[in-house]
């Protein structure tokens, strides 16, 4: 418990020296030209920074950094490890004014710190068993390709302001706003695949199958969860115009979900067993492996239960289970208390987090803005130099805020990646 703590605090600490970086990112330019006070721009940031948790409700950065690493090799130590190493480079780096990217030194010393426990515990292993490397290499590919995406976007808006003609300047404004909403359209559509690929687990069984080929169990697994997928994917294209709740329905209707109710039952009673606990202790040390068979025998025992679902009822099918993982009084009546398995409420949870069209349409009103601002500047009024100067000013208000809201989108959530990496550690 004192681990957790501290890692708590520490994760905490971190964020808040994040700041002494980050926040200048937003607020460096309204400050430098006058726009706002430092204490108001960071108001202003904080602000905007906040409202982005609400905005974003895929928190897609903090699970690709909890994820880095293979479970196995999560333990409060190596967060701890973690958390002193972000801490002591991120005042280092901000001392000498060193613009440095926290989220890769994160994700990197994450890495590292579980690489060095796989060794002193399991000796000499193939990475790939000890880090996800796909998400290692996301990092770095976009460590080379951020710089470049931002000096042709810079270039590009910089080509589209100093161009003296308006009406040629709006053409500009309009192709490429068109060009961002039909990509952020292709985006969503992917975004809608991959949550209905994550809701059957396709991803989770093809892995497991891939690692022990000779388990037919798993096989069949992912082969049910890939004909469950592509049974419900021609329903999303009614997502659009018809909402998450009539998709939900038509996938109920046409689809059995009965094998999902049976995943998160489980899922509801590994919790209480701390299952992952027993799996990792019975990894590194052969005498846990008792514990391990134990909870699996009560899960299977369980198993009965949890295709009874339906007839029983959720009430009935938890006193059930929590009689065979023999649970204490308080824990039982948690357990049950925790016994909701509502499957569609869960897929359209899921579905809803890939829903962009707020985001598209916060863009196109920052467009529209744009456009009527410089129409009013430049056509209605006579432009001069201190109106010029007066509507960068405004317009620099709308920059800085948007820069927050993706700010506290992406790397607000590194915090919880960390925090959430070692929950029932």
Known sequence: MTLVVLIIVLALI???INGFHDAANSIATIVSTKVLTPFQAVLWAAMFNF???????????ANTIS?????????????LQVCWRRFFWNLLTWWY?????????????????????????????????????DKIMKTVYFIV?????????????????????????????????LALFAMFHYFMNEKLETNLSKFYRVDYYKKASNKNPNDKHLAYNYNLAKEHFESSLPYLADYKSKGGEYVVAQVLANV??????????????????????????AYFNSESQEALDAADAKLEEASVYFE????????????????????GEAKREKFISKYKIDVGKSLQKDLSKADNRMLTNIMMVVFLTFALVYYWVEKVQNPTAARMQNMFKKLQLISSAAFSL??????AQKVMGIIGGGYDR
């Open 308 to 327: 009874m679902l339906d007839s029983l009822g959720e009430k009935e099918t938890a006193i059930k289970v929590a009689s065979i993982l023999g649970l």
């Open 145 to 177: 390709l951020a710089p470049v995406m931002g000096m042709i976007i810079s270039a590009f808006i910089t080509l589209v302001t100093i161009k003296k003609n308006y009406w040629g300047r709006l053409s500009i404004m309009i192709v490429s706003s």
């Open 51 to 61: 409202a982005a948790f609400f905005l974003f409700k895929d928190h897609a950065v």
């Open 406 to 411: 993706g700010h506290g989108g992406s790397d």
């Open 14 to 16: 971190f964020d808040y």
């Open 97 to 133: 004014g060193i613009p440095s990217s926290s989220s890769h030194t994160l994700i990197g010393g994450f890495a590292g710190a579980a690489i060095m426990h796989a060794f002193a515990e399991k000796g000499f292993m193939p990475l790939s068993e000890i880090v996800a490397s």
């Open 256 to 281: 059995d979900v009965s094998d999902v109710k049976v995943n998160k039952q489980r899922e509801v009673a590994e919790r209480f067993l701390h299952y992952e606990q027993l799996k990792k202790e």
């Open 67 to 79: 994820k880095t690493v293979v479970n196995n090799f999560i333990s409060l130590q190596v967060i």
